[in-house]
């Protein structure tokens, strides 16, 4: 009866939330389930539809990268509706951690709205159990089809390098009727678009001329007004800098290169914006704009790697006319490539004979091989007599080789690995070459005192403050940015070289920008480069403020030199600080997961020596040691407290009374620390309770054991235990033992407990004791009493008992009788 009253209050609580939330709460989820498992089914039929077209297209590589990118896109979704159900799957765990188990066979049987509710929230986490197979299902078999998409790929990708053509037929004498022909058909096709445009769309010609036209001017004269010294040499410098000169070679190549494809690829737009582009037109159209600008770069960059009529700014120490063979030479291997590929796009569009097209490209790839073994073969260097010298030998032989491999390669009949080698000769080797300028710049730009002698930093020094120890940290992150620029540009365009899609580096970005998780700590590479281009920016705004107010607002007073150096000095510390906070926060990471780092940085090291050589020595070992940091809680002696700083005579302690305490080193080397946080901050915490004598103790051991579970700062591994310590005078004593992840939590988590403890005893009709003393005084003189002596006047025995009887249930009292004599 007594157990039915207690559970009554429990019982109406479940009631309620039992008639009252629960149809709103099943009938959320009941929805919630049936959106998932539509979502699910919808992702499944597209991803069958997707299996069919990789069979249908799998000899097709532009259709297999857009379907991959369509998986992964799925595989996405799916990830995201498998994290839509832990919400709901936690909040299911909580509450069945709260219902608890179900009553074992000879206990006290449960209300029947108990059992009705952890049904139906069993019921529901099967569900959810259910759909969480199925997406899981469903991401292992869209990972599937993604690798046999990538072995599809890697298989294609083979067989186009490995087929071998027929190079007999190729060379027949109807072979070039055959091209003459196909020449004709593009210049018909190309002159009857031209007339139909001139004729009837002229306004839409010259205006989407003008329009690429201004947009490369644009380009052209900005970069010019911004990097005029870098494009166009100096005449009256005669010995320029290696820096110099590596500027003027890498923004000589970009700024005219981009201007050219920028004018392109408007035009193309334009025209394509305008409706003046026919299908047939676009893509010959488009693989001519390519040539186009493939040939002018790499004319661009031979001219200023080589420099043939500029001696004193050529990067290589080759001679004058070597220099001007070498641009020749490149700038041909460059158009024959290109006219390969032009071709290639022509016979593709036109449906031309197989024999066609590897009758030209048998012609250009072997063209392409000799004109890279003439390179090889020229002599460009000076020996120390002044006479011609070739390369050097390993180059020489790279040159001949590769020359040589794309020759065999054609005559054998191996046509498109012949033509591979040859692109990637001159493509590729025009991307590496100029990557390898900027690695160059970058490297001379942070180079000690480069950038302070350049054109950029004496503008800066004109418009600013800038300090030439400024100007050289500015150095620095300019050159890391150029480093940065150069492989995000130059990486995409080498392995759109190698075979791979815009598709395939489109779904790499979403990955690399997609968030990392690292057990609590989730980043990302966007997020990250953000936060520190934010840092930069902040760095040089607080140097900014710094110089502004030391020279505009308190040069104007009469304020003292040492407060005016510590007020521009804190603001500066404050600056970072903040800097850095916000860098932080814009890369998305949680300033509660770098706690302890945040407390290395923050150690201080103190330089006031002293002449006290113990002290002295004991600071340099407790500073190399590192037995405790600052923010380490320690126990040193009888001092307790926060380690505030570390110097090398002394370490200040803050006591939790906020006292500061100054301890020579000697002491904390000589005798025993405890460091509560030494490693880290885990640690074990300790609460005592006692509860009366009579009590349920393994229902007060399983109710303090599930306090412990339910706090969310306790750790689950280890897990919390619950220890019955012992017999005492007044109560049965037990003590919860529990560890924590941040041991300075435990007064919080202590106020927790304690508070949840009370709570929990006094809805089960626990009792915590105390300690209770009965003394009796009767009347009359004090004497002294044999043990076997009875007191005439003693109350019975019986009558004792009575009345410890009636002492309250739980209490144990221990009576003291003083016996008049």
Not at 280 to 293: C, E, K, T
Not at 513 to 539: E, H, K, P
Request: hydrophobic residues 50%; charged residues 20%.
């Amino acid at each position: 009866m007594l157990l039915k009253l207690r559970a009554l209050p429990v019982l109406l609580c479940l009631v309620f939330q039992f008639a009252v939330l629960a149809p709103a709460a099943a009938q959320g989820p009941e929805n919630f389930l049936q959106t998932q498992r539509e979502k699910l089914s919808g992702i499944e039929a597209t991803v069958d539809r997707m299996e069919k077209e990789v069979d249908d297209q799998a000899a097709d590589d532009g259709e297999l990268v857009a379907v991959r990118v369509e998986l992964e896109r799925l595989a996405r979704e799916v990830f995201d509706a498998s994290l839509a159900f832990r919400p709901r799957l936690t909040e299911i765990n909580t509450r069945l951690e709260q219902l608890g188990e179900p009553r074992k066979e000879g206990e006290p049987a449960e209300p029947e709205e108990v059992t009705r509710e952890r049904t139906r929230l069993l019921d529901e986490k099967a569900s959810f159990n259910v759909l969480i197979g199925d997406a899981e299902r469903l991401s292992v078999r869209i990972n599937s089809i993604v690798d046999e998409i990538a072995e599809l790929r890697r298989d294609l990708f083979t067989r186009t390098l490995s087929r071998r053509y027929d190079v007999s037929a190729a060379l027949s004498s109807d072979v070039a009727g055959e091209f003459t022909q196909e020449v004709g058909r593009v210049y018909k096709r190309v002159s009857a678009w031209l007339t139909f445009v001139v004729k009837y769309r002229l306004n839409s010609l010259l205006l989407a001329t003008a329009l690429a036209t201004i947009a490369a001017l644009a380009l052209l004269f900005g970069g010019r007004r911004l990097f005029g010294d870098f494009i166009e040499p100096d005449p009256t410098e005669t010995e320029p800098t290696y820096l110099s000169r590596l500027s003027l070679a890498l923004f000589s190549t970009l700024i005219p290169s981009l201007s050219i494809g920028v004018f392109l690829a408007s035009t193309y737009y334009f025209l394509d914006y305008f409706s003046l582009l026919r299908s047939d037109i676009a893509p010959l159209l488009w693989s001519l704009f390519s040539v186009i600008l493939l040939v002018y770069f790499v004319y661009r960059l031979a001219r200023a790697i080589l420099a043939p009529r500029r001696p004193n700014w050529r990067l290589l120490p080759v001679r004058s006319q070597a220099a001007q063979w070498l641009l020749v030479l490149a700038v041909f291997t460059a158009v024959s490539t290109g006219f390969d590929y032009f071709m290639d796009q022509v016979y593709s569009l036109f449906g031309s004979q197989l024999s066609l097209t590897v009758a030209t490209s048998l012609v250009a790839t072997v063209i392409v091989g000799l004109l890279i073994m003439a390179i090889g073969g020229v002599s460009p260097l000076d020996d120390e007599e002044g006479r011609p010298r070739q390369w050097p030998l390993k180059f020489r032989y790279l040159l001949f080789a590769l020359g040589a491999a794309i020759i065999i390669a054609a005559m054998l009949g191996y046509i498109g690995f012949a033509r591979f080698l040859s692109q990637q000769a001159v493509v590729t080797g025009a991307i590496v070459a100029t990557m390898y300028i900027g690695f160059l710049t970058a490297g001379a730009i942070t180079s000690e005192g480069a950038f302070a002698n350049s054109w950029l930093a004496r503008r800066l020094e004109r418009y600013t403050a800038f300090d030439e120890t400024a100007l050289d940290q500015l150095g620095l992150v300019t050159g890391m940015l150029i480093n940065t620029v150069v492989v995000l540009i130059g990486v995409p365009l080498i392995l759109l070289q190698w075979g791979f899609r815009w598709a395939d580096l489109t779904a790499w970005s979403y990955r690399i920008a997609g968030r990392i998780q690292v057990g609590s700590l989730s980043f990302s590479i966007i997020g990250i480069l953000t936060g520190i281009l934010v840092f930069v920016v902040g760095y040089f705004v607080t140097r900014w403020f710094q110089s502004w107010l030391d020279g505009k607002v308190m040069a104007r007073s009469r304020m003292d030199s040492g407060v005016r150096n510590s007020i521009r000095t804190g603001i500066g510390y404050v600056g970072l600080v903040i800097a850095a906070l916000i860098g932080i926060s814009a890369a998305g990471i949680n300033l509660s997961n770098l706690a302890l780092v945040a407390g290395a940085l923050s150690l201080g090291i103190g330089f006031g020596l002293q002449n006290i050589v113990s002290n002295f020595v004991s600071g340099l070992i407790l500073l190399a040691e590192r037995p405790f940091k600052a923010g380490d809680w320690i126990v040193a002696g009888g001092v307790s407290g926060t380690v505030k700083k570390i110097s090398v005579r002394a370490t200040e302690i803050e006591t939790f009374q906020r006292q500061s305490v100054i301890l020579p080193n000697s002491e904390l080397i000589n005798a025993a620390v405890g460091n509560w946080t030494h490693r880290n901050k885990l640690g074990r915490m300790e609460i005592p309770i006692g509860v009366a004598y009579g009590s349920d103790v393994r229902r007060v051991h399983e109710i303090l054991l599930e306090i412990a579970k339910s706090h969310p700062l306790v750790l689950k591994n280890p897990e919390p235990f619950v220890l019955f310590a012992g017999f005492g005078d007044s109560s049965l004593d037990f003590e919860i033992r529990v560890y924590l992840s941040d041991i300075l939590m435990q007064l919080n988590v202590q106020n927790d407990i304690r508070f949840a403890i009370v709570d929990a005893f006094e809805a089960e009709g626990i009792e915590i004791p105390f300690p209770q003393r009965d003394i009796h005084v009767r009347s009359g003189l004090f004497r002294a009493q044999e043990p076997d002596e009875t007191p005439k006047d003693e109350e019975p025995a019986d009558e004792m008992e009575e009345e410890q009887d009636e002492v309250p249930a739980g209490r144990r009292r221990r009576r003291r009788k003083v016996d008049p004599e």
